[in-house]
Nanobody, 124 residues
Framework: VQLQASGGGLVQAGGSLRLSCAAS????????VGWFRQAPGKEREFVAA????????YYGDSVKGRFTISKDNAKNTVTLQMNSLKPEDTAVYYC??????????????????WGQGTLVTVSS
């Protein structure tokens, strides 16, 4: 499965962006799909994840209430709607697919397909 992340860009603090993750060469069926981000000099951080079967969602503490992850079965895509963006949200955002269980959904090592990343810059 190959993943393509898109939708990054430059936005002012308080604004919104929508990221998309599309799968090719396969489908998301049976996978968990997550978004992670990595700022310069920092470790990759869990943002959000969704189970393709059942639709359970998970969020990192820093984005709860501001970001929403969703899926489109017909388009085989996962979307991350980011609202009330803050300068500290600035990072390269990666989508990933794997088969995590609930206790490992936030772990980078639970995912084995990764997209190329899309840059989100939030200006103050």
């Amino acid at each position: 499965v190959q993943l393509q992340a898109s939708g990054g860009g430059l936005v002012q603090a308080g604004g919104s962006l929508r990221l998309s993750c599309a799968a090719s060469g396969g489908t998301f069926s049976g996978y968990g799909v997550g978004w992670f981000r990595q700022a310069p000099g920092k470790e990759r951080e869990f943002v959000a994840a969704i189970r393709w079967s059942g639709g359970n969602t998970y969020y990192g503490d820093s984005v709860k209430g501001r970001f929403t992850i969703s899926k489109d079965n017909a388009k085989n895509t996962v979307t991350l709607q980011m609202n009330s963006l803050k300068p500290e949200d600035t990072a390269v955002y990666y989508c990933a697919a794997g088969r995590p269980i609930a206790s490992t959904v936030r772990d980078v090592v639970s995912y084995y397909y990764w997209g190329q990343g899309t840059l989100v810059t939030v200006s103050s």
